[in-house]
């Protein structure tokens, strides 16, 4: 009997053993940019890594045609959109084991204010009360966009106390947060590991999942060069890719192995124009460059299956596009060589020498354009731009810096043209591109025109104000659209349960490794 006994225990051992080997499974993702930090209040852009450290109060659901709770059992809007109402069920802690209390999520969103470069979008917020399990927040406006922020990992929260014994650097290495997974180790230039929380729980009804998740560790390295991305997801040593190269889209889906992800770019591709320079503040002269662009060339060049042409700054996977402010932006700037020539005739360039560029008074019609090194498909198009600006008579002078260089650049105004890719998926990314808070521009009009905007309940009627704030900043020749393209995910077959929507937003909790 006790042999017996003894079998069976070595049995049941065995079993347990064989079962948690065959649970503990690891995911390799590779992204082309290294994560600014594990702390999103004080990081600018968040990545997958973020949405894996990070469960927003509530979420879009897939269709983004409604919002529900996340970590939140409830949440409500007052009438008059002034009070929101967030409701913690208990039991819930951060990665630490400290208790997810209404007080903790209290003390990280007032940290919010504090120390994210993203603090102007609660400046509305001026109380935060506790009743019983519920965080109450009080607006002076209806905070529209904020909902969106508060959707994603922005929207998460940390745990203050350890962020405030650590020390902020500290703190952004190794963040303490509530989400599905936990930092692990981050070795800068390489990789981050992150380990399953066991602890997590999720109220999100669209997940199947809403305990911890199926996956042990997630291992995301840093990988810029795209040859050696999609070399890794063809290979299998990675599970999935983002950032696919477009010129490795057609590859990739031949693949039997690999599946294709991708969204419609959440804004588009644009150049800056800086009015307070010598050439460009001729009105004539900026319109002439919004008209001498042949967009669809640029598409062609990238693919049509890759982009989509864009006359107004929004795409329509934002909220707030507006379909018929789009086809009148695409008569009023769409390519035409004869009027982009009238202009730059009637602001006095012409091309005297016979040289093929413009000269006036002594001065050649030469602009510097600012180049992301860091955007592929802007670094392609540009040189297709320089060659339409030539036939203009407009000699285009490349030059190539980081984005993060170029946007300072803006804000210092040191630019003549300068090319910026941005996304985020609510039309309130005006604010951060051309309101003066911005540092870009400023202007009485194009600020009225947002700020109207930014506290609109109606989505029809906010759509139309973003559709005017367009056309102003068109209209006075600040910004020459130029498209908007697709953002590819690769996926390995033995992947289950990835799910990506329309504006990118991943839902991971239901991700499974074969």
């Known amino acids: 009997m006790k042999t017996l006994c003894k079998g069976l225990i070595l049995f049941l051992a065995l079993v347990l053993l064989t079962s948690q080997t065959a649970m503990s499974k690891e995911l390799i993702i590779a992204m082309h940019e290294e994560i600014r930090g594990?702390?999103?209040?004080?990081?600018?852009?968040?990545?997958?890594?973020?949405?894996?450290?990070?469960?927003?109060?509530?979420?879009?659901?897939?269709?983004?045609?409604?919002?529900?709770?996340?970590?939140?059992?409830?949440?409500?809007?007052?009438?008059?959109?002034?009070?929101?109402?967030?409701?913690?069920?208990?039991?819930?802690?951060?990665?630490?084991?400290?208790?997810?209390?209404?007080?903790?999520?209290?003390?990280?969103?007032?940290?919010?204010?504090?120390?994210?470069?993203?603090?102007?979008?609660?400046?509305?917020?001026?109380?935060?009360?506790?009743?019983?399990?519920?965080?109450?927040?009080?607006?002076?406006?209806?905070?529209?966009?904020?909902?969106?922020?508060?959707?994603?990992?922005?929207?998460?929260?940390?745990?203050?106390?350890?962020?405030?014994?650590?020390?902020?650097?500290?703190?952004?290495?190794?963040?303490?947060?509530?989400?599905?997974?936990?930092?692990?180790?981050?070795?800068?230039?390489?990789?981050?590991?992150?380990?399953?929380n066991p602890n997590f729980r999720t109220y999100f009804p669209e997940f199947k999942n809403k305990g911890p998740m199926n996956i042990d560790k997630v291992t995301v390295r840093f990988i810029p060069d795209d040859f050696i991305r999609v070399t890794e997801i063809k290979s299998g040593s990675t599970d999935i890719i983002y950032g696919v190269p477009l010129e490795n889209v057609e590859e990739l889906k031949a693949d039997p192995d690999i599946e294709l992800h991708r969204n419609l770019q959440t804004g588009c591709m644009m150049y800056y124009v800086n009015p307070n320079d010598t050439i460009l503040s001729d009105a004539k002269v900026r319109r002439a460059l919004q008209r001498g662009v042949n967009r669809q060339e640029l598409v062609t060049l990238l693919n049509s299956n890759n982009a989509q042409v864009r006359f107004g700054l929004f795409s329509p996977s934002i909220i707030g596009f507006h379909q018929g402010a789009e086809d009148r932006f695409a008569k009023l700037y769409r390519y035409d060589f004869e009027a982009a020539s009238r202009l730059l005739d009637e602001a006095g360039w012409k091309d005297t020498d016979g040289d093929g560029i413009r000269d006036k008074d002594g001065k050649k019609l030469q602009i510097t354009a600012m180049v992301a090194i860091d955007s592929p498909g802007v670094r392609k198009t540009a040189p297709v731009i320089q060659a339409q600006y030539k036939k203009l008579g407009v000699a285009l002078k490349l030059q190539e810096f980081e984005d993060k260089y170029i946007r300072q650049a803006v804000r210092d105004k040191k630019n003549q043209l300068a090319s910026r890719r941005w996304q985020w998926f609510d039309g309130d990314m005006l604010t951060y591109l051309f309101h003066s808070d911005s540092r870009n521009y400023a202007d009485p009009d194009i600020d009225a025109l947002i700020n109207a905007a930014r506290y609109e309940i109606y989505p029809q009627k906010r759509a139309e104000i973003y559709a005017q704030a367009q056309g102003l900043i068109l209209e006075k020749g600040l910004a020459i659209p130029l498209y908007s393209d697709f953002y590819y995910v690769a996926v390995r077959k033995g992947i289950k349960g990835f799910v990506m929507s329309a504006n990118g937003t991943v839902y991971l909790n239901d991700l499974e490794k074969e």
């Open 38 to 196: 594990t702390d999103i209040q004080q990081i600018g852009r968040s990545t997958v890594v973020h949405s894996l450290l990070f469960e927003p109060p509530f979420r879009f659901t897939r269709d983004m045609n409604s919002i529900e709770p996340g970590f939140v059992s409830g949440f409500s809007l007052s009438k008059d959109g002034k009070t929101l109402r967030l409701t913690i069920a208990d039991g819930l802690t951060f990665s630490n084991g400290i208790p997810l209390t209404p007080e903790a999520i209290k003390a990280s969103y007032e940290r919010y204010l504090k120390v994210s470069p993203y603090a102007s979008d609660f400046k509305s917020l001026y109380d935060i009360t506790i009743e019983n399990n519920d965080v109450v927040m009080h607006w002076k406006n209806p905070p529209v966009p904020v909902l969106v922020v508060l959707a994603s990992a922005f929207g998460g929260v940390v745990d203050v106390t350890t962020a405030n014994k650590v020390g902020e650097e500290k703190f952004n290495r190794n963040v303490v947060a509530y989400g599905p997974m936990v930092v692990d180790e981050w070795v800068q230039g390489s990789h981050i590991t992150l380990k399953r």
